[in-house]
Structure formats: C-alpha cells, structure tokens
C-alpha cells in the first residue's frame, strides 16, 4: 500500500501510471465545519472538485477501483420524513456547507461512472487510539472532553468496522460499487456514550444540553443522523454499537495504563477543554 502524500490533484494520470494501483482511497477532505463556513472555495475544491476530478482520471484508465469516504452527515435527522433511517436510497438533506460539498461529490461521483466507486458512508468514528492529539476527529477523544453532550438518537461508527468494510469492498467480486452507510448496528447517543466513560472513571460525569440551546451558540448547528443500509446489513453484519463501545472503553483503559504514554496524554486533552458535541 501507497499513501499519497500530496494534494489530490497532484495524482495526474501519469503518476496514477506510474504506481499503477488496483485501487485508490481518498479519505483526504477538509473536515472541520466551521473551517467550511468561512473557506468555502477551499472546501469545495478539497471535497468536491478534486475528488471528482481524480475519479475521471480513474475511470480513464483501466481496472482501478476508487473508495471515496462520504459521510453520513448529508442527512440532517436524526431520521427522514417517514421517522426511518437514512438508506443509501434517501436523498441528501444537506444542513451545512461541508456536508453539501460532501453529498454534491457524491452525485456527481455517481453521475460520472457508478461502476468503479465504492462510497462509504461513516457517522462519528471513534476508536481506541485516542491517546495522542492527532486524533482530532476520534469522536471518543471529544466525548472525553465535552462537558455538555446532546441526548439525541445517532448511529457511531468503529474504526473495526470501516476496516471490514473497506476489506470487503476491496476484495468482493461482484456487489461492490454504489454507495454504503457504514455504521456500528443499532442507535446511541453522545450522552450515553459520555456517561459509560464516566462510569469507566475516564471523565466527569456529562451534562445533558438540548439540541435548540446547542444550536442557539453552536456553528454551524449540529446534525443528527442515524443510518441504515440493507446490503450493508447482509454483507458486513455489523456488531452492535453499545458492545463495540465496551470494547473500544476497555482497549482505551489498557492503552493509557501503559507506562508514559497515557496518563499524561489523558491530562493534557483534560486541559484543553471545548464546549459540547
Ligand atoms: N471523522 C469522522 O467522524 C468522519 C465521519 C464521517 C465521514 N468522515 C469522512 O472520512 C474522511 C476522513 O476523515 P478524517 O476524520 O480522517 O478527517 P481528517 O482527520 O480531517 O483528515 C483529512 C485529511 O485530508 C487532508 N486534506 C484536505 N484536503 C486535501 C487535499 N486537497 N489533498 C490532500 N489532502 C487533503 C487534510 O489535511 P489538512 O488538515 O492539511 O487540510 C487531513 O490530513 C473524510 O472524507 C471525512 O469527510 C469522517
């Protein structure tokens, strides 16, 4: 495996030749949203224009497939008009700059050539490795830190399982392409899963804020999504994500009682404390 280590557009059709992959993964993207609002022309080239740029260079040569990470944030829920989950059938309800540019690069993705392209859908990865500050989008080193966390139904999803999923796309033969919600199966809440780190000893106990008093200070105003896909289901069966939770609170556990490395790391995010999620 290759990481690229420049911009997307740099990947021309020459060096694509060069390398000469099976596959391309671009979880590359600007991600923070309050970075989106106010660098708009950044945010669309990183996450809609090059994007699709680089797939018409995929699809202009031979056998590559092309995984794009899309998010399941398009959806502002947490469920549809019908009160269901979001499936890869829905149509994008879009409430922030960043997740336009995300499901815009999804249509247009899909209009260019659905064939070649897995997208997958996540929603507030989190894993274990939260001990060092580069994990600024682990949603288990936000949930350590948030004082107050809404209460709302959302679907998380494990580092394990965009692993599998990622694996199976990869080497599936046939059922591969189109678009994936990826998610730990079942519904929680960033409250809830603050409250099993607290009774963990990980954090202080969390306070409960309502989305109408997060979304009267907090910009742009956050989204609730909860996701459901019925290939995803039959090929991936996803564990349930409150067992997924104990299990990534336990490797977490283990990974700061190791001499050095963690204790102080858990310190250090204490002190740095931000508002809410
Ligand atoms: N983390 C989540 O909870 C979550 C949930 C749903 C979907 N996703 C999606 O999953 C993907 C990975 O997310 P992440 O959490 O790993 O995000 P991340 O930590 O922000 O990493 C994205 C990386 O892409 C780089 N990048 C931005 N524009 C680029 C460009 N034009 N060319 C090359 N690199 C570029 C960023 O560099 P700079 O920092 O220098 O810009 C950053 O290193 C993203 O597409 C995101 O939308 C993430």
């Given at each position: 495996?290759q990481?690229?280590?420049?911009d997307?557009?740099?990947?021309?059709?020459?060096a694509?030749?060069?390398?000469?992959?099976?596959?391309?993964?671009n979880a590359?993207?600007?991600t923070?949203?309050?970075?989106?609002?106010?660098?708009?022309?950044?945010a669309?080239r990183?996450?809609?224009?090059?994007?699709?740029r680089l797939y018409e260079?995929?699809?202009s040569?031979e056998?590559?497939?092309?995984?794009?990470f899309?998010?399941?944030?398009?959806?502002?829920?947490?469920?549809?008009?019908k009160?269901?989950?979001?499936?890869?059938?829905?149509?994008?309800?879009?409430?922030?700059?960043y997740?336009?540019t995300?499901?815009?690069?999804d249509?247009m993705?899909l209009?260019?050539n659905p064939?070649?392209?897995?997208?997958?859908?996540?929603?507030?990865?989190?894993?274990?490795?939260?001990?060092?500050?580069a994990?600024?989008?682990?949603?288990l080193?936000?949930?350590?830190q948030?004082?107050?966390l809404?209460?709302?139904?959302n679907?998380?999803s494990?580092?394990e399982?965009?692993?599998?999923t990622?694996?199976?796309?990869?080497?599936?033969?046939?059922?591969?392409s189109?678009?994936?919600?990826?998610y730990?199966?079942?519904?929680?809440?960033?409250f809830?899963?603050?409250?099993?780190?607290?009774k963990a000893?990980?954090?202080?106990?969390?306070?409960?804020i309502s989305k109408?008093?997060l979304?009267?200070?907090?910009?742009?105003k956050?989204?609730?999504?909860?996701?459901?896909d019925?290939r995803?289901e039959v090929?991936l069966?996803?564990?349930?994500?409150?067992?997924?939770?104990?299990r990534?609170?336990k490797?977490?556990q283990?990974k700061i009682?190791?001499?050095?490395s963690?204790?102080?790391?858990?310190?250090?995010?204490?002190?740095?404390?931000?508002t809410?999620?």
């Amino acid at each position: 495996m290759q990481v690229w280590p420049h911009d997307i557009d740099a990947l021309s059709v020459s060096a694509l030749e060069a390398i000469r992959p099976e596959l391309v993964i671009n979880a590359a993207g600007k991600t923070d949203l309050a970075w989106c609002e106010t660098h708009a022309a950044e945010a669309i080239r990183s996450n809609l224009e090059a994007p699709v740029r680089l797939y018409e260079r995929i699809v202009s040569l031979e056998g590559i497939r092309f995984i794009h990470f899309s998010s399941g944030c398009i959806w502002d829920g947490p469920y549809n008009s019908k009160g269901k989950p979001f499936t890869p059938k829905d149509a994008p309800t879009p409430a922030c700059l960043y997740s336009w540019t995300k499901a815009a690069a999804d249509a247009m993705l899909l209009d260019l050539n659905p064939n070649r392209i897995a997208i997958l859908r996540p929603r507030q990865v989190y894993s274990a490795n939260a001990t060092s500050g580069a994990h600024l989008r682990n949603t288990l080193q936000k949930l350590l830190q948030y004082p107050k966390l809404i209460d709302t139904p959302n679907s998380m999803s494990s580092i394990e399982i965009i692993e599998k999923t990622v694996r199976h796309v990869i080497h599936a033969r046939r059922d591969w392409s189109g678009v994936w919600n990826v998610y730990d199966r079942g519904v929680t809440s960033p409250f809830e899963v603050a409250e099993m780190l607290w009774k963990a000893g990980l954090r202080a106990q969390p306070i409960r804020i309502s989305k109408t008093e997060l979304d009267s200070f907090h910009k742009p105003k956050r989204v609730d999504t909860v996701l459901y896909d019925d290939r995803f289901e039959v090929q991936l069966q996803p564990e349930e994500v409150h067992e997924v939770w104990a299990r990534t609170i336990k490797e977490y556990q283990e990974k700061i009682s190791q001499p050095m490395s963690g204790k102080k790391q858990l310190e250090s995010q204490v002190e740095t404390v931000p508002t809410i999620l």
